[in-house]
């Protein structure tokens, strides 16, 4: 069982297996309990009847500044920030920020005039082609264990 945990831990978190769509790839580098956190609080915030978009933007601040913490402290050994530890903490609040603005989330609640799936779409395909790029000119081919 160590050497299965070893062996995951060591693979870079932005490579992807050749059947995963955008969404996946980029999902991958986002914590899940972050995940499941928006997710959780969209569906409270979308079952009622008078929300302000305000209150989106709250839950999509909160959990955009708490995704690199959340990196740094819980999924990462030793826990805290160190230089090795920037570029995960960076990708994943970016990679979280995309994602949400794929689904709409406070920018579809705040601009329906402007916002349209189609823009969300494209900025998840970039995001999930450049991060990876980004990932060997920071590391130089060796990203840290995580």
Known sequence: MR???KRMRSRPPFTAGPDESYFDKLLRNIPA???TGYVALSGLLSGQTITSPILHWIVFSALLGLTPLYVCFMKT???GFMPNKIFPCVASAFAFAVWVFALGGPFAAT??????PVYGSI?????T???PVLEKIFYNDTPPTS
Not at 111 to 116: A, F, N, Q, S, V
Not at 123 to 127: K, P, V
């Open 123 to 127: 900025a998840l395909i970039l995001t």
């Open 77 to 79: 050994q030793p826990p």
């Open 111 to 116: 601009w329906p005039e402007w916002y349209l």
């Open 33 to 35: 309990d972050i995940v």
């Open 129 to 131: 082609l450049i991060l």
């Open 3 to 5: 050497q299965f945990i």
